[in-house]
């Protein structure tokens, strides 16, 4: 049994800061590389950050360098996405998943999704 459950997302301004929040439970997924995707209204699921176990690499889509930080809490078996200078074009429901399969920031490598939370940016 596996349970991915996010958290943290809300109604913001322009150029504010948000952080969410994720904790994947069970077995199967310790140790596993966890990842952030987005999906805006009425477009498709988008990469936005990756992290590996061991916290020592990460990885970003262009559109959100410099701007958003994922770090995680391994005893916790949590994941974060600390987002600064939000945007409009930022708003989506943000998804939580475990890489279970290898390359970074395709889809059908995580095999594990949260519910998602929504994040809205106006402007």
């Known amino acids: 049994q596996v349970q991915v459950v996010e958290s943290g997302g809300g109604l913001v301004q322009t150029g504010d800061s948000l952080t969410l929040s994720c904790t994947a439970s069970?077995?199967?997924?310790?140790?596993?590389?966890m990842g952030w995707f987005r999906q805006p209204p009425g477009k498709e699921r988008e990469f936005v950050a990756q992290?590996?176990?061991?916290?020592?690499?990460?990885f970003y889509a262009d559109s959100v360098k410099g701007r958003f930080t994922i770090s995680k809490d391994n005893a916790k078996n949590t994941v974060y996405l600390q987002m600064r200078s939000l945007k409009p074009e930022d708003t989506a429901v943000y998804y939580c998943?475990?890489?279970?399969?290898?390359?970074?920031?395709?889809?059908?490598?995580?095999?594990?999704w949260g519910q998602g939370t929504q994040v809205t940016v106006s402007s």
């Open positions: 069970g077995r199967t997924v310790t140790n596993a590389p």
């Open positions: 998943a475990v890489n279970t399969r290898g390359i970074v920031g395709r889809p059908t490598s995580y095999d594990y």
């Open positions: 992290i590996m176990w061991s916290g020592n690499y990460t």
